[in-house]
């Protein structure tokens, strides 16, 4: 009955909400001498989002000069999505809606707190390794009947993206950058923790931009050799390991089981990660949600702002310079009155969009 009634009001909110982009253009091919390759990010969304929830992040990195693929998972994670199967090479399209735990039963006892999310861990790792396939077969050309290529009124062109006809791949394959929000950021650990499904080489992954981590699924993430590209050692130096950015919002710093256990798994990545807290953000910041009528605010720009330039200075190499012109603060919580349940609330010191380097 609740969603019978939020989704025309989400519906008609996201006819409102526009983002500066063309629909099905060829690949623009680089212009600089020193760039002629687009390094590539694929995104992967949290708990209730999708493929589109994230437009103003993703567009904005995708602007900086870099192919972003969007993944819209089909782990029942998302509000709803299209699966395909084949049988006799005919495709056969079945919608998955949202799964929550209740919604599911196990068989026999498992340690896990989260088993459903963590079986849901496993699909999207695949998938996340199956895009990185798939895509490279577009570039390429390689024939596949499973890789359907849809557009709008069918006027996508595979072969502006493809290197036939002479044409030289201009996407960095040897470059990737695993972005991820929440479950997305926890997917993004996970990969890098864990072995690539049978049949899968490790991704070439030289960058980790992960924002506002939801780790209780995946409680102990640390980089393993087998999920790295072949020159990595972790047993030898950590100066190869991805490097790694997390930004966090200031209600997940302040979840201190949670903080530290994030604290842990970013440590195990040296001196290549680095975890920021922004102050006054909260965990819908990072998300397109941000922006709907009922929920935006003139402050959330600010927020937005600060989150794409220190994601795009991140992947540029130049994080270090833009911390160092934003305003910094000392990790100290205060009290400012009380919850509904008589807890304390807290936050932490400081003006919105200052940040916190830990």
């Known amino acids: 009955m609740t969603w019978s009634i939020l989704a025309p009001l989400v519906y008609l909110c996201g006819r409102l909400i ?5 629909p099905n253009v060829p690949l623009l091919r680089p212009t600089k001498a020193s760039q002629t390759h687009w390094p590539l990010v694929i995104f992967s969304h949290g708990l209730g989002g999708s493929r589109t929830a994230y437009s103003q992040i993703c567009s904005r990195i995708a602007a900086s000069g870099r192919v972003v693929l969007a993944i819209e998972h089909r782990d029942g994670t998302s509000p709803a999505c299209q699966t395909r199967s084949w049988d006799a090479g005919q495709s056969i399209t079945k919608p998955i ?3 929550r735990q209740g919604d599911v039963s196990c068989d026999e006892e498992r340690e896990e707190p989260f088993p459903l999310r963590a ?3 496993l699909i999207r790792r695949y998938e996340i390794y199956h895009t990185f396939k798939t895509f490279s077969c577009l570039l390429t050309g390689e024939p596949d009947h499973r890789l359907a290529i849809a557009g709008e009124n069918g006027k996508f062109r595979a072969e502006d993206w493809t290197e036939i006809n002479g044409r030289e791949i201009t996407v960095r394959l040897a470059d990737v950058c695993l972005a991820g929000h929440s479950f997305g950021g926890c997917t993004v650990f996970s990969i890098l923790s864990s072995k690539p499904p049978p049949g899968y080489p490790p991704l070439p992954c030289r960058h ?3 924002y506002d981590p939801w ?5 102990t993430p640390g980089p393993i050799q087998e999920a790295l590209p072949v020159e990595c050692n972790p047993e030898q130096t950590n100066a190869d390991l991805p490097r790694m ?6 209600p997940f710093t302040l979840w201190k089981d949670h903080f530290h256990q994030l604290q842990t798994a970013v440590r195990k990545w040296g001196r290549q990660a680095r975890l920021i807290t922004l102050i006054r953000s909260v965990h819908y910041d990072f998300s397109d949600f941000s922006w709907l009528p009922f929920l935006r605010k003139k402050s959330k720009n600010v927020l937005l702002e600060h989150i794409e330039g220190l994601s795009i200075s991140f992947l540029d190499g130049t994080i270090e310079e833009t911390l160092e012109q934003m305003q910094t603060r000392s990790f ?4 400012v009155g009380k919850k509904k349940d008589g807890r304390p609330k807290r936050q932490i010191t400081g003006e919105l969009g200052d940040i916190i380097i830990h």
């Open 18 to 22: 526009k983002i500066p982009v063309y």
């Open 332 to 335: 100290d919580v205060q009290v």
């Open 208 to 210: 980790a931009l992960i």
């Open 245 to 250: 950015l997390v930004i966090n919002s200031e």
């Open 215 to 219: 780790l209780d699924p995946f409680p």
């Open 97 to 99: 809606l949202y799964i």
């Open 119 to 121: 079986d849901q861990l």
